[in-house]
C-alpha cells in the first residue's frame, strides 16, 4: 500500500487533477496494478478504462453535464474498473477516488504561489486500500459475490465519475449488492478513531460494523449521502459505507503528502473491510432503506472561528483539530486540542450544537467561548 501511494502522491504525477495527462498517468499505473492482481477489465471495449466527457462547472453540487463533445471547453475523465467474476448473483462494488487538485485551483485551500497537491490522503490512501482488498479478494474462496473495483475520476469536481458509472454501468447495476468508498483513509490518529458513514443504508450494517470490530473507536452516521463518491450509489438506491479517518491540516494543501500517513492505520482498516465483506458474505441481498439526509440540516453561517473541528471526536463538545492564522479563534488565544464546551449562552454538546450556535452570529459580534484545555475550563472572548 505505501508503494502504491507513493507512486500516485509523488511530484511526477502533479496532483493527479482530472482531464489532465497527469491523471491519465495515474490511470495506465492503477489499471497496471489491477492487472497484476489478477483483476479482469470491466470499463469500456474490454480494457480497464471508461472514460467521459464533460464540461467543468465550478458548482459542485450541479448535476453532471456529460457530453459527447470533444475539445476546447471539455475536459475527459477516466475511470479505471476490475472485476472478479465468480458467477454470482450480485456484485459487492469497492471504490475510491484518485484525482486529486493538480496545482490548486478551484477546491484548494492553499494560499500562496501555485504548488503540486500531491493528494496522500486524499486520495491516493483509499486507492491503495482499494487494491489491497482486491488483492485479497483474487486470492480469497468465498464466491457468493461477484467483486467490482472502482477508482474514480473527477470526484474533486463533484463526484463525476462515480455519477456517470451509476448513469453507465458496465455491469447490470441491479445486480449491485452494496457499495464500500474508502476515502481519505490515511491518518488514524492515536485513539484509533474510524468514521463510517452510510450505516443506515441498510438493516444489516449496524449490528455488522461492531460484530467484526476488535481495533477501532468508531464514529458512524446514518447518511448515505456526503461529499464522496458513495452518494451516487446511495442516489440509485444501493446501500454503502464510507470509510474516513477525518479532516487535518493538510487537507486540500500542498502538505497532503507520503510521509504523514499512517500506513500501519490502513492495514487495520483493509482488514476490517475484509472482515465485514466477509462476514456479509453468505447474507444475500441486502434491503436498501433510505436515511435522512443529515448535510440539509447544516445551518449557514455568516461568521466563523477559523478552525479545523475534530469531526470524530466522540466526546462532549467540539474538540479543536487545526487552528487557521489571523482568524478569531487564533486572535482569542485557543488552541489545537481546545474543546469548545460554550458559545455565549449556548452549551455546545456536540457538532451540530455547536454549528447551530455558530449560525446565530453575525459578523461584528462579540462572545464568551469557555473550552476544556487539558480538564481545566478556560474562558475567552471571541469577536467575529
Do not use: C
Request: charged share 25%.
Amino acid at each position: 500500500m505505501k508503494e502504491d501511494v507513493m507512486v500516485l502522491a509523488s511530484d511526477s504525477l502533479q496532483g493527479r487533477e482530472t482531464g489532465t495527462s497527469y491523471e491519465l498517468l495515474a490511470a495506465d499505473y492503477i489499471a497496471k496494478r489491477m492487472k497484476e492482481i489478477g483483476l479482469s477489465p470491466k470499463g469500456n471495449a474490454n480494457t480497464y478504462f471508461q472514460t467521459f466527457s464533460f464540461k467543468p462547472s465550478s458548482d459542485p453540487h450541479q448535476e453532471a453535464a456529460f457530453t459527447d463533445e470533444k475539445g476546447d471547453g471539455f475536459l475527459t475523465g477516466t475511470n479505471v474498473i476490475g472485476y472478479i467474476d465468480n458467477g454470482a448473483p450480485t456484485t459487492v462494488i469497492i471504490g475510491a477516488h484518485y484525482d486529486h487538485l493538480g496545482m490548486g485551483g478551484e477546491g484548494s485551500l492553499h494560499r500562496g504561489d501555485d504548488a503540486v497537491h500531491n493528494g496522500a490522503d486524499d486520495n491516493a490512501s483509499g486507492v491503495a486500500v482499494m487494491l489491497d482488498l482486491g488483492f485479497r479478494f483474487r486470492e480469497s474462496e468465498m464466491n457468493n459475490n461477484n467483486y467490482l473495483f472502482i477508482a474514480f475520476s473527477g470526484e474533486e469536481m463533484g463526484l463525476l465519475g462515480s455519477n456517470y458509472f451509476t448513469k453507465n454501468p458496465t455491469i447490470d447495476i441491479t445486480t449491485a449488492n452494496y457499495m464500500i468508498n474508502m476515502d481519505m483513509v490515511g491518518r488514524l490518529n492515536e485513539e484509533k478513531t474510524l468514521a463510517i458513514n452510510g450505516v443506515g443504508t441498510t438493516p444489516r450494517w449496524n449490528q455488522v460494523i461492531n460484530a467484526v470490530n476488535k481495533d477501532f473507536k468508531l464514529a458512524t452516521s446514518d447518511s448515505g449521502v456526503g461529499p464522496s463518491d458513495h452518494t451516487s450509489f446511495y442516489l440509485n438506491d444501493i446501500p454503502v459505507l464510507h470509510f474516513f479517518t477525518g479532516q487535518h491540516e493538510d487537507y486540500h494543501r500542498p502538505g497532503d503528502d507520503v510521509e504523514k500517513l499512517n500506513y500501519d492505520g490502513m492495514e487495520l482498516i483493509s482488514n476490517y473491510i475484509e472482515a465485514i465483506i466477509t462476514e456479509m458474505d453468505g447474507a444475500g441481498k441486502l434491503a436498501f432503506r433510505r436515511t435522512k439526509n443529515e448535510s440539509e440540516e447544516v445551518p449557514r453561517f455568516k461568521v466563523g472561528l477559523g478552525v479545523v473541528p475534530d469531526y470524530l471526536f466522540t466526546g462532549k463538545g467540539m474538540r479543536i483539530d487545526g487552528i487557521s492564522e489571523d482568524k478569531p479563534a487564533q486572535k482569542a488565544g485557543l488552541m489545537k486540542g481546545d474543546i469548545v464546551v460554550k458559545l455565549g449562552d449556548s452549551t455546545v454538546t456536540d457538532m451540530m450544537s455547536y454549528m447551530r450556535t455558530l449560525s446565530t452570529f453575525d459578523k461584528g459580534d462579540a462572545t464568551q467561548v469557555t473550552v476544556d484545555r487539558d480538564g481545566n475550563m478556560v474562558e475567552k472572548t471571541i469577536k467575529f
